[in-house]
């Protein structure tokens, strides 16, 4: 029982992170089609840090990441906003915060 309680616990926080999203308005409206993130926005993509270029597209490090990406540090900073695997992502408290909600 005491699992089902941390997992309820951790669901709860997880859907205080998504609304969290700013995703009230369109965040790519006024961009290039096929824009990938918000001009300014820094995050992670596997282990590589990628910025975004005022055309919405990013670039990123190219470093061979091996294994999965830590758990811990941040994976974003300030406000960014990008897209990655159909999602929308944005940034919570320095970590990344992903849902398939479109407007």
Do not use: Q
Not at 16 to 35: N, T
Not at 69 to 74: L, N, R, V, Y
């Amino acid at each position: 029982m005491k699992g089902l309680h941390g997992s309820v616990l951790a669901l709860v926080v997880m859907m205080g992170l998504v609304s969290a999203c700013p995703l009230d308005d369109d965040p790519f409206e006024g961009l290039p089609p096929g824009a990938t993130c918000v001009p300014g926005s820094d995050f992670k993509f596997d282990c590589n840090w990628c910025g975004c270029l005022p055309t919405g597209i990013a670039i990123c490090t190219l470093i061979s990441c091996v294994g999965p990406p830590p758990e811990s540090g941040p994976t974003c900073r300030g406000n960014a906003v990008w897209k990655e695997a159909g999602e929308i992502c944005c940034c919570c408290n320095e970590r990344s915060v992903c849902t398939s909600y479109y407007r």
